[in-house]
Nanobody
Framework: QVQLVESGGGLVQAGGSLRLSCTASERTFSTYGVGWFRQAPGKGREVVAAMSRSGDSTYYAVSVKGRFTISRDNTKNTAYLQMNSLKPEDTAVYYC?????????????????WGQGTQVTVSS
């Protein structure tokens, strides 16, 4: 099956920045929409940001809007999540995922392949 590999997580102080990467194992990456989700202990998986297949539409959760940026480089089969002004509340395992559906998808059920997750910890 399709493999999505995330990297870039780690420990950072509040106010710092991290850039997460998600690289796909196939060269048809440009035909899929991309989503970034996160899950904190005891909580469900929540959408952080999403981008349509064409890349012309994006969505950001209100809690991260203005701080996070989703992007993609189809030549590298890679999606990114730039996270600035990090807060302790951002601490979670972050997952990237792909969808074949058009538009900007914010529901986890719309995505068919997921990465293994990368831990982001923000200290106060």
């Amino acid at each position: 099956q399709v493999q999505l590999v995330e990297s870039g997580g780690g420990l950072v102080q509040a106010g710092g920045s991290l850039r997460l990467s998600c690289t796909a194992s196939e060269r048809t990456f440009s035909t899929y929409g991309v989503g970034w989700f996160r899950q904190a202990p005891g909580k469900g998986r929540e959408v952080v940001a999403a981008m349509s297949r064409s890349g012309d539409s994006t969505y950001y959760a209100v809690s991260v809007k203005g701080r996070f940026t989703i992007s993609r480089d189809n030549t590298k089969n890679t999606a990114y999540l730039q996270m600035n002004s990090l807060k302790p509340e951002d601490t979670a395992v972050y997952y990237c995922a792909r969808t074949k559906q058009p538009g900007v998808l914010t529901m986890a059920g719309a995505y068919d392949y997921w990465g293994q997750g990368t831990q982001v910890t923000v200290s106060s």
